[in-house]
């Protein structure tokens, strides 16, 4: 699976829109780019996945570049409850294979 | 989608003593897996749970310290053996059915004094 980069953290108020970038350069054309978060003392929660589309559904909105080598999550409307460590995880998803989680960026959502 | 539950949801354990960790899946999957996540650090994948048939481990896990049973489609076992401190971790376990999202309990979190 391709290698991704996150910024270790990020800053966003209340209400606003919370974007988060991610880098995927080496990702290859059957590889997804998935999008996983944390929150504090709870296991992983699966958030949205695309290939080359835009994607969009309750939670957030996955924006993907021309080229595949990077991506934006966006969540439109950020909450206190939206604080938590977001991992960016590129995945072949012709198997059910296991994900290989990197460092993610740690949102704080800011009354 | 599925549901996950993990049993203990906690534990604190006396160094030199075994804990087993108990993943049931509320639908058959196709996939298990058990992860360590070690304070403030990302996830690692110690191992995918095979149905009837040895886990297989990633690098730097064995299967004498973290013995793993998958005796069914919806059921997983987790041991952390002859416990030290260094195996003060949150343990979690995943599921995932083909070319769909992985699923994950709530983790168990265990302290070794």
């Known amino acids: 699976d391709a290698k991704t980069t996150q910024p270790p953290s990020m800053d966003c108020a209340e209400g606003r829109a919370a974007n988060l970038p991610c880098n995927h350069s080496?990702?290859?054309?059957?590889?997804?780019v998935y999008w996983y978060r944390q929150i504090h003392s709870q296991g992983p929660q699966y958030i949205i996945h695309?290939?080359?589309n835009n994607e969009t559904n309750e939670m957030a909105s996955l924006i993907i570049t021309e080229d595949r080598k990077s991506s934006t999550l966006i969540l439109p409307h950020a909450t206190l409850r939206d604080t938590a460590v977001y991992y960016c995880?590129?995945?072949?998803?012709?198997?059910?294979?296991?994900?290989?989680f990197g460092s993610g960026t740690q949102l704080t959502v800011l009354p | 989608s599925a549901v996950i539950s993990q049993k203990p949801s906690r534990d604190i354990c006396q160094r030199g003593t075994s804990l087993t960790i108990q993943c049931q899946v509320d639908?058959?999957?196709?996939?298990m897996f058990w992860y360590r996540q070690q304070p403030g650090q990302s996830l690692t994948l110690i191992a995918t749970?095979?149905?009837?048939?040895?886990?297989?481990?990633e690098s730097g896990f064995v299967i004498d310290k973290f013995p793993i049973s998958r005796p069914n489609l919806t059921f997983s076992t987790l041991t952390v053996s002859n416990m030290s401190p260094e195996d003060s971790s949150i343990y979690l376990c995943?599921?995932?059915?083909?070319?769909?999202?992985?699923?994950f309990g709530q983790g168990t979190r265990l302290t070794v004094v």
């Open positions: 995943s599921a995932t059915l083909w070319e769909t999202e992985a699923f």
């Open positions: 080496t990702i290859s054309g059957n590889e997804y």
């Open positions: 695309g290939l080359k």
């Open positions: 995880i590129v995945r072949d998803s012709g198997s059910a294979r296991q994900l290989t």
């Open positions: 639908s058959q999957v196709t996939m």
């Open positions: 749970a095979n149905q009837g048939s040895e886990a297989t481990y």
